[in-house]
C-alpha cells in the first residue's frame, strides 16, 4: 500500500498468524512511501490487515478546501479483495469518486476489488 508522502503515525493490525511485513514504512525504488504486509491463508480461511495513518492539517489543500483521493489496485488473488476506507476530515465530506456513506465528518466505503479504482472526497465549500 502507497502511503502519502505526510503520512504519521502509521499503524498495522491483522488478526492472528504468520504475518511477513517488511520495515513499518519504506521507500520503494519510486521514492514513494510504502508498506507492505503478506501472509499465508489456508484454504477457506481468511485474514483482515489493518492499515490507519494520520495527515496533518491542510494536506491536501488551501483555503479551507481539502480533497482526498486513494487509488486500489485489483490483487492476484483467486478471491476478490474485500477493502473498507474510512476517512475522517475536518468538515462534512461530498463523495467525487466511489460510492460513499456519509456520518458527520466521517466517510466510509465497502467493497470488492476488481478493478483498479479511485476513491475521492471533498472537504469545504467547493
Known sequence: MLLPDDAQDVKLR??????????????????????????????????????SYRLPDGTFGTGGNLEYRAGVEHQLTINNVDLTVNVSGPS???????????????????????????????????
Open 14 to 51: 491483522a488478526n492472528p498468524g504468520d504475518i511477513k511485513a517488511d520495515q513499518r514504512v519504506f521507500t520503494d525504488v519510486d521514492g514513494r512511501k510504502a508498506v507492505r504486509v503478506g501472509r499465508w491463508i489456508p484454504p477457506g480461511g481468511s485474514s483482515y490487515i489493518t492499515v
Open 92 to 126: 462534512q465530506p461530498r463523495p467525487l469518486e466511489g460510492e460513499w456513506t456519509m456520518d458527520g465528518d466521517r466517510a466510509s466505503t465497502r467493497f470488492l476489488v476488481s478493478t483498479p479504482t479511485t476513491l475521492a472526497l471533498g472537504f469545504g465549500d467547493r
